[in-house]
């Protein structure tokens, strides 16, 4: 199932979007305990992954190609998630991975 949600979505390097989070609706699919003890991305909104169908659809606000990166703790879920947004309409999704790989490439 993971390997195939990862075949589906594409992941995009945290180093390439550095300075260009604007351009884009992040999404962190931990659960808020997560996200309290180490933080998030600066404008990213927290929707825990078993709640993006109720959350987010394009037809509620969020045009079909708003641009979108998930990330979570390491990435698996975001995979995941990322096949959840496209079965719910979403056209650019993206992965961005695992928290802990954007705190890298944001030091950098």
């Known amino acids: 199932m993971l390997q195939e949600a990862r ?10 979007i550095i300075g ?11 659960e808020p305990n997560e996200v309290q003890e180490s933080g998030m991305i600066s404008g990213a909104h927290n929707i825990p992954r078993g709640l993006l169908e109720f959350q987010l659809k394009p037809s ?5 190609d708003t641009p979108i990166l998930v990330y979570c703790a390491v990435g698996a879920r975001a ?6 947004l496209k079965e719910l309409g979403f056209t650019d999704v993206k992965n961005l991975g695992g928290f802990k790989d954007w705190q890298d490439a944001s030091k950098q």
Do not use: H, M, N, W
């Open 7 to 16: 075949s589906k979505v594409d992941d995009i390097d945290p180093f390439s």
């Open 20 to 30: 260009k989070e604007g351009q884009y609706t992040i999404i962190d699919v931990r």
């Open 60 to 64: 509620e606000g969020f045009p079909a």
């Open 79 to 84: 995979a995941l998630a990322g096949v959840t």
